[in-house]
């Protein structure tokens, strides 16, 4: 039986950081460019923690009372290899433990390799600039799983590759924190997906990978002009351009053809790549999805009417991730939406939109797009990077300040009454969502559990729905 993943995604990292290992770690707590002011890079401390590393039993059991099947989450390399070539075995017991515990809690683990944190000594050595370092990475990879392998079906190599390298050399708010490096950007994500692609061959070779789906997550970021006209051409000007570096259209052709192009304001085309086997080796397919942003003509964030903006700032945008959806499935492979979430402390605010999101991934499923699952972001309120604790996606509310350690939000029971109502047969639930009237009020949950209860005992679903 093909199961439908319902589940939540956390990174390591960002609930247990780790004593200075990493790249992020050390960057966090470092100052610039304003540090004579006293100013810090990243909002908050990352000496506050809810600690999922040594309080994970409870995290999954969390995770479980949500109704989750699925439970997707980071390594985190600098632990594991924390110098150049020795493994810390402690840690890779603390992981092992952790899949025992995902195991016991009947939740299938998606693990990502990579989720933006690297060792600092990799780091050090060039990091993603130096094309020399990807078999450092693919070395890891296939140790990492050579380790943990048994554990997990679902695998990816990295995190949104394209949001390291817009964030770390063009943004300037991920490390290395370099600002306007436009090629220098390129150049990473070439190196990203090249190390991809290495690491998918190497560990498709060893003996074990049988069974095993390699993939990757995307953060699709498609941006807006809020008007038209004059008045609106810089920031139409700013939203191609922020699209584009998001590869929008840069990683959609490298899915499809395996070619890699990338282009500089002002200068055109600086590098281009292509894969020898065509299109590259995917066996799934992620998306990252909270919205289309959308910016007035001077540039700051608006919200569409209608729409709920959030704190990040960016409005809520259902009919995105349907997009996202039918774009994806040009490529032919199953797709998991392995995140999506809504920032906010208003309970009503966080029902209306995952109720809307969820209700998208059914819609497009009905219309028969091959979407396996998704995945909330985040179980508990985390260090959201830059932005420290400022930003709540948590199923659970958790504060630096220890006002509250993990207290369900009203908001999140809407995620508990979907997860509880859809099948984890995925050939049932695509019955359902070819038969749904996909209605906002009542909610869509609603509208399940009405159609539930007409059931009765031994009834099926795609009657309810028919």
């Known amino acids: 039986m093909d199961v439908f993943k319902k589940g939540v995604a956390v990174s390591t990292w960002q609930c247990a950081p780790d004593n200075g290992l990493s790249n992020w770690s050390q960057w966090a707590k470092s100052r610039w460019p304003f540090q004579w002011f006293g100013m810090k890079r990243v909002k908050d401390s990352i000496d506050d923690t809810p600690d999922f590393w040594n309080r994970y039993k409870e995290d999954i059991e969390n995770a479980r009372k949500l109704g989750c099947n699925s439970f997707r989450l980071s390594l985190e390399w600098a632990r594991i290899e924390?110098?150049?070539?020795?493994?810390?075995?402690?840690?890779?017991?603390?992981?092992?433990?952790?899949?025992e515990c995902l195991e016991q809690n009947k939740m299938e683990p998606s693990v990502s390799i990579h989720h933006f944190v690297h060792p600092q000594w990799f780091e050090e050595l060039g990091g993603w600039t130096k094309e020399g370092n990807i078999e450092l990475y693919?070395?890891?990879?296939?140790?990492a799983f050579k380790r943990f392998g048994k554990h997990a079906k679902l695998w990816s190599s990295f995190n949104e590759p394209t949001a390291l390298a817009t964030g770390g050399y063009i943004a300037g708010n991920f490390p290395p924190g370099k600002m306007f490096h436009f090629s220098l950007a390129g150049q990473v994500l070439m190196n990203l997906l090249k190390a991809h692609?290495?690491?998918?061959?190497?560990?498709?070779?060893?003996?074990?990978?049988?069974?095993?789906?390699f993939g990757l997550t995307h953060a699709m970021w498609k941006f807006r002009p809020a008007g038209k006209g004059v008045l609106y051409l810089p920031a139409k000007w700013a939203c191609e351009w922020g699209t584009y570096c998001m590869g929008w259209d840069v990683v959609q052709n490298w899915?499809?053809?395996?070619?890699f192009e990338w282009r500089v304001p002002l200068r055109g085309v600086m590098h281009t790549w292509q894969h020898n086997g065509g299109k590259p080796p995917m066996d799934w397919w992620g998306i990252q999805y909270y919205s289309r942003p959308t910016v007035n003509w001077a540039m700051q964030p608006a919200c569409p009417k209608g729409e709920i903006m959030s704190l990040m700032p960016y409005a809520s945008d259902p009919e995105g991730l349907y997009e996202c959806i039918q774009r994806s499935s040009e490529f032919g492979i199953p797709i998991y939406v392995s995140e999506?979430?809504?920032?906010?402390f208003n309970d009503d605010h966080m029902q209306t939109v995952l109720d809307r999101y969820l209700k998208e991934i059914l819609r497009a499923i009905g219309d028969g797009m091959d979407c396996r699952g998704y995945y909330i972001w985040t179980l508990v309120d985390n260090f959201e990077w830059a932005e420290g604790y400022t930003k709540p996606f948590g199923m659970y509310a958790w504060r630096p300040d220890g006002s509250m350690d993990r207290e369900l939000k009203e908001g999140a029971k809407i995620f508990i009454r979907f997860n509880n109502l859809l099948p984890d047969n995925y050939e049932a639930l695509k019955a359902i969502a070819r038969r749904a009237v996909f209605k906002q009020k009542p909610t869509f949950a609603d509208v399940l559990e009405n159609a539930a209860a007409t059931v009765g005992p031994g009834g099926h679903w795609d009657r309810a729905m028919a």
Do not use: W
């Open 138 to 143: 693919v070395k890891f990879a296939v140790e």
């Open 340 to 344: 999506t979430g809504f920032p906010t």
């Open 255 to 259: 899915m499809l053809t395996g070619h």
């Open 197 to 213: 692609c290495k690491a998918y061959t190497a560990i498709k070779a060893l003996p074990n990978a049988s069974g095993t789906k």
């Open 82 to 99: 924390p110098r150049q070539g020795y493994i810390d075995e402690d840690a890779v017991k603390r992981f092992l433990d952790i899949f």
